[in-house]
């Protein structure tokens, strides 16, 4: 079945202590990103990569890492999370970016910061 | 000026209702737009893209206007299986700087009611 996965699905944490968020697509997809979501501010693009070893910034990267080693893995690394960090984090994928091409979502993390 | 901007409604129409949601962009240069459907704590999903000349879907129909930068969708007969966050995106123009990044707008709420 194609799709996205993220793991964890739900995760409570500290101040400062790292995480990595994973992300994983089977669709040979270049194209992925990372988006939070939160109330009143809709999602916004963390970072996007265009294919294997090119990373980008969206709009607001601030606190945030990404790798893309692989083609089909996407980590979101928090290297010391804040509890501005809380969030609803999703992790996307498609063919190309900007085309007519359907963003195929994974099913979501949401992200406590204690 | 947000980029990409909706009223958050709540919309609350009775079924077989025809509904509208616009969605205005700031930047002219944009290049490809979509409406995604999110429902309640789960992955937005790809409902249309939008064409220039506009297009049709069963019930749904999609409007651009690049003049005054709008993009519109029309739900008709609605269902109550049709509640949920619409949610318009703009990807800029392919050959500009910001190639890659995606906006999302803040989300329109439908309820549906019987």
């Known amino acids: 079945e194609a799709q996205v996965t993220q793991n964890p699905r739900y995760l409570i944490t500290v101040t400062g202590k790292k995480l990595t968020v994973t992300c994983s697509q089977n669709m040979n997809h270049e194209y992925m990103s990372w988006y939070r979501q939160d109330p009143g501010l809709g999602l916004r693009q963390i970072y996007y990569?265009?294919?294997?070893?090119?990373?980008d910034k969206g709009d607001v990267p601030e606190g945030y890492k990404v790798s893309r080693k692989e083609k089909r893995n996407f980590p979101l690394i928090l290297e010391s999370p804040s509890p501005n960090q809380t969030s609803l984090y999703f992790c996307a994928s498609s063919l190309e970016p900007y085309s007519y091409n359907e963003q195929f979502f994974g099913p979501g993390t949401r992200l406590t910061v204690l | 000026r947000k980029e990409v901007e909706q009223d958050p409604g709540p919309f609350n129409v009775p079924e077989g209702a025809t509904v509208a949601f616009n969605c205005t962009y700031s930047n002219s240069a944009s290049q490809s737009f979509f409406w995604y459907r999110q429902d309640c704590r789960k992955e937005p999903k790809l409902l249309m893209s939008v064409y220039s000349s506009g297009n049709e879907d069963g019930r749904f129909t999609a409007q651009l206007n690049r003049a005054s930068q709008y993009i519109s969708l029309l739900i008709r007969d609605s269902k109550l299986s049709d509640s949920a966050t619409y949610l318009c995106v703009v990807t800029p123009n392919a050959g500009g700087t910001s190639y890659g990044k995606l906006t999302f707008g803040q989300g329109t709420i439908l309820t549906v009611h019987p």
């Open positions: 990569s265009m294919n294997v070893e090119v990373t």
